[in-house]
């Protein structure tokens, strides 16, 4: 059974910084695209970062481009979202995701992250 | 890159069928047969229903069905039942390389 635990997130002043882990398994993690999708409270979904499986070639939405950092550690089965520059526009529930190139297969159940002085 | 356009909102009687439809660019919807669609019931995360346009993931019930015409893609849903109420997001990939949502569809059922 595929599963998929997010953890990191919190309370953070506008301008600060956080980083999320999504611990993961029940598949084998180094051969699988993994992204980050987000969803502001009573918003829709919003794509922020994609990253390939073992090149790792990655991806961010201009939202966050030059203050996310998609990552991952083949050898944790662990796939990371480095946050800095943090503002308002922000907050959201970060969903860890299976998949990318618009297919997620599986999605955790997400981490809150509220950016507020 | 813009969201892709969906109704707000749809509804339909048990039993009925409904139909969501999801607007993109010649960019995304109209460029590849990457189109899935999701449910999300409140508090949950997102489930994949349908990919690659039409295609369901093992253990998706076979009244949820998706199709596309040019830049518009569409998830039917037949037989409605009260479980099927959820908000409904379309996704594509695009031709950027990323990955774009629709606003999302809330399902009524009446």
């Known amino acids: 059974e595929v599963q998929l635990l997010e953890s990191g997130g919190g309370l953070v002043q506008p301008g600060g910084s956080l980083r999320l882990s999504c611990a993961a398994s029940?598949?084998?993690?180094?051969?699988?695209?993994m992204s980050w999708v987000r969803q502001a409270p009573g918003k829709g979904l919003e794509w922020v970062s994609t990253?390939?499986?073992?090149?790792?070639?990655?991806n961010h939405a201009d939202s966050v481009k030059g203050r996310f950092t998609i990552s991952r550690d083949n050898s944790r089965n662990t796939l990371y979202l480095q946050m800095n520059g943090l503002t308002a526009d922000d907050t959201a529930v970060y969903f860890c995701?299976?998949?990318?190139?618009?297919?997620?297969?599986?999605w955790g159940q997400g981490t809150l992250v509220t950016v507020s002085s | 890159q813009s969201a892709l356009t969906q109704p707000a909102s749809v509804s339909g009687s048990p039993g009925q069928s409904i139909t969501v439809s999801c607007t993109g660019t010649n960019s995304d919807v109209g460029a590849y047969d990457y189109v899935s669609w999701y449910q999300q019931h409140p508090g949950k995360a997102p489930q994949l229903m349908i990919y690659d346009v039409n295609t369901r993931p093992s253990g998706v019930s076979n009244r949820f069905s998706g199709s596309k015409s040019g830049n518009t893609a569409s998830l039917t849903i037949s037989g409605l039942q009260a479980e099927d109420e959820a908000d409904y997001y379309c996704s594509s990939y695009t031709t950027s390389s990323t990955w774009v949502f629709g606003g999302g569809t809330n399902l009524t059922v009446l």
């Open positions: 029940g598949f084998t993690f180094s051969l699988y695209v």
């Open positions: 995701v299976v998949g990318g190139g618009g297919k997620g297969d599986y």
């Open positions: 990253i390939s499986g073992t090149d790792p070639s990655t």
